[in-house]
């Protein structure tokens, strides 16, 4: 028993997906997340990719095993497998093109009729520094997150503004439900 306060025995592993229109920056938020890399030429690979990255909190290890559509969202065809077991979702739209973030109710529709509602939701307006073409303003952003009971951010995978941030407070959300047993 004593053990397990100092780290040992549980595991936690947290399925992230992240959705959104194609080209508002999905791969290269991951890519940030998990690597602190950015992509200027990335390709939409087909197909699906995850990777698993090691967070800290409370003095545990949770592992963020974060899924990326890699192009399928291109096709409206984001599978039920992609969805299967999420516990936190990022919806993501792109701050300089409005049609972007018309999508995101249509993304949250699809999340829901494949998930429990109890899933960590977090809204991101990515690409926050093209703030000379941007489209879609802060408040709007944050009215829909109000709207839709979720979580809201402005993130720059470019320049890394926010990126981790947006990760670890739906990695703590999750982490929260979780201890409550909501999820
Ligand atoms: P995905 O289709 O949603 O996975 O989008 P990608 O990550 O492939 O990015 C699409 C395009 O947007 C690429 O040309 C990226 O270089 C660019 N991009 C991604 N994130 C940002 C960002 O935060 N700022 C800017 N200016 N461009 C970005
Ligand atoms: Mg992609």
């Given at each position: 028993?004593?053990?397990?306060?100092r780290g040992g025995g549980e595991?936690?592993?947290?399925?992230?997906?992240?959705?959104?229109?194609s080209a508002v920056g999905k791969s290269n938020l991951l890519s940030r997340f998990a690597r602190d890399e950015f992509?200027?030429?990335?390709?939409a690979t087909i197909g699906v990719e995850f990777q698993t990255?090691?967070?800290?909190?409370?003095?545990?290890?949770i592992k963020a095993q974060v899924w990326d559509t890699a192009g399928q969202?291109?096709?409206?065809?984001?599978?039920?497998?992609?969805?299967?077991?999420?516990?936190g979702a990022l919806i993501v739209y792109d701050i300089s093109r409005k049609i972007t973030f018309e999508s995101v109710?249509?993304?949250?529709?699809?999340?829901?009729?494949?998930?429990?509602?109890?899933?960590?939701?977090?809204?991101?307006g990515n690409k926050c520094d093209l703030e000379n073409i941007r489209e879609v303003s802060v408040d709007e952003g944050?009215?829909?997150?109000?709207?839709?009971?979720?979580?809201?951010?402005?993130t720059s995978a470019l320049d890394s503004t926010n990126v981790k941030?947006?990760?670890?407070?739906?990695?703590?959300?999750?982490?929260?439900?979780?201890?409550?047993r909501i999820l």
């Open positions: 028993m004593e053990e397990e306060g595991e936690y592993l947290f399925k992230i997906v992240v959705i959104g229109d992509d200027h030429n990335s390709k990255q090691v967070v800290e909190l409370d003095g545990k290890e969202e291109r096709f409206r065809a984001v599978t039920s497998a992609y969805y299967r077991g999420a516990v109710k249509r993304w949250l529709e699809e999340l829901n009729t494949h998930c429990d509602t109890t899933v960590a939701k977090m809204l991101v944050k009215a829909l997150a109000e709207e839709e009971g979720l979580f809201f951010i402005e941030k947006a990760f670890e407070i739906v990695i703590r959300e999750i982490y929260d439900k979780v201890s409550r």
